[in-house]
């Protein structure tokens, strides 16, 4: 059967009157959308609940599905270990999940840590459904550091699993907004917070999946947001569905975004197959980037996609810019899929003869080699975007002060250990941080000393 319904929710401990204490009445629109959805799930008598949470098992490259027959937990984190509830999964709908996640290629399963309590994300929300209905099975899913794209796709496979099960299925997705509306709330005030949750909110109100794929990595960062990645896997479950939205509250008095949505389904809409309609806008845009491409990034491109496609290093032409044959540097080759980064490997000096040989020897290694990720696929290669960053000679400086870290990348050193960061990266602001990134790559504690060099880039886009 097709789901029976989606809700977005969000997941402050506080609205659990027990915690919260009186502080719950500050954000009652909240707790009264609560009710209504609540009451709502309670007339659908799901056989299983869908629940997809921030703050369960985190993989930066794999999608972790609930293991075992069932979990407990409370809520003695946030001081309250009187109240706390038992869930038993459904391990039917789980096995059919993982396999269709396996047929399609989605980095998904129950493989893994094998945790055993349930996380506020989920217990929030199901103490609320319990309130009226607690006759159904769950299925608990985690978000990645996986990109937007691939957990819209996932959760097509769960609208699969859904309409292989035929049982009545519904979907909570658990997460907040922007955790920095406020100078008081958890992460200060960034203008972005208030940005991101405006944004979202129009989209959930008027049911437009699309712009959830839409936002920027970066900017989402900046905006400390929680609950983007829970979202999407609900409009991938929701994926070539006409629904009928419903935003039924929004609140930020702590300095948090909290909205609740409801999502009927009103039958098919092929205008809505949302991934499809991103990866289009995606492929037109990247070439668009590629007639703009120069001699650098246009041989980075060209390394890659055929050492992908034909498993072939490709010799330099010698006919290509001079400045790539007759120039030797330290070259770093970046790559970013669908507004993420997916890979980056460089050197801080010339290895080879001429920069072109440094950029085809550096452009293989950041699509095969970073051991962030995993190899780049030949279905991800049309969807690309490069950047070649050409190394000028290091300097040695004294101090911070000497950093600009939109004009200055870094160095920093001691014995073996080193870590560089490039100059001009979004949401490096001041030196302070440009550094502080660069120690924990090289392993250095902020507390040891440490020399540190300037440099600045040619940069190629």
Do not use: W
């Not at 990645?144 to 309409?163: D, M, N, R, T, V």
């Not at 190394?391 to 080193?418: C, F, M, Q, T």
């Not at 979004?426 to 502080?436: L, P, Y």
Request: proline share 5%.
């Amino acid at each position: 059967m097709p789901l029976e319904g989606a809700f977005i929710v969000p997941h402050p401990p506080l609205i659990v009157p027990e915690i919260g204490g009186g502080q719950e009445k500050r954000i009652k629109k909240t707790i009264d959308a609560y009710e209504k959805i609540s009451r709502k799930i309670s007339e659908i008598k799901p056989d299983t609940i869908i629940l997809t949470t921030p703050h369960s098992i985190f993989y930066s490259d794999y999608i972790h599905i609930s293991p075992g027959d069932g979990s407990k937990g409370n809520f003695r984190e946030f001081g309250e270990v009187e109240v706390g509830m038992k869930v038993n999964y459904d391990t039917e709908f789980i096995k059919t999940l993982s396999l269709l996640a396996e047929e399609n290629n989605i980095p998904a399963g129950t493989l893994g840590e094998k945790r055993k309590s349930l996380d506020h994300g989920v217990m929030v929300p199901l103490y609320y459904v319990n309130k009226y209905f607690n006759d159904y099975k769950l299925v608990r899913i985690s978000i990645s550091g996986l990109s937007l794209i691939e957990h819209y796709k996932f959760g097509k496979c769960i609208k699969q699993a859904a309409e292989k099960s035929g049982k009545k299925v519904v979907f909570i997705a658990s997460g907040d907004l922007s955790h920095a509306l406020k100078d008081e709330g958890p992460y200060g005030f960034k203008e972005e917070g208030p940005v991101f949750d405006r944004e979202i909110t129009a989209a959930m109100g008027n049911g437009d999946f699309l712009q959830f794929l839409k936002f920027d990595e970066e900017f989402c960062e900046a905006a400390a947001e929680c609950g983007l990645r829970s979202f999407v896997i609900m409009a991938g479950a929701l994926d070539g569905k006409k629904v009928n939205a419903d935003l039924l509250s929004y609140e930020g008095t702590f300095g948090v975004g909290y909205a609740v949505a409801s999502y009927d389904i009103a039958g098919d809409d092929e205008s809505r197959h949302f991934d499809e309609i991103y990866i289009d806008n995606e492929l037109k845009r990247v070439e668009a980037l590629k007639n703009e491409e120069d001699d650098y990034v246009k041989l980075a491109r060209h390394t890659l996609e055929s050492y992908i496609i034909n498993h072939k290093k490709i010799k330099k032409d010698e006919n290509i810019n001079t400045e790539l044959l007759n120039n030797k540097a330290g070259v770093f080759v970046s790559l970013k899929l669908d507004g993420k980064l997916r890979g980056c490997i460089g050197t801080t000096a010339p290895t080879t003869d001429c920069i072109a040989d440094e950029i085809i020897q550096n452009a293989i290694s950041s699509g095969t080699e970073d051991p962030r990720f995993y190899p780049v696929t030949e279905e991800e290669l049309p969807r690309l975007v490069y950047s070649v960053d050409v190394l000028g000679k290091p300097e040695p400086i004294a101090s911070r002060d000497d950093l600009n870290p939109k004009k200055y990348g870094v160095i920093v050193s001691k014995g073996r250990r080193s870590g560089l960061l490039l100059p001009d990266l979004e949401g490096i602001d001041n030196a302070e941080e440009q550094v502080s990134i660069a120690l924990k790559k090289a392993g250095i504690g902020p507390n040891e000393s440490y020399s540190m060099e300037r440099f600045e880039v040619a940069r190629h886009k």
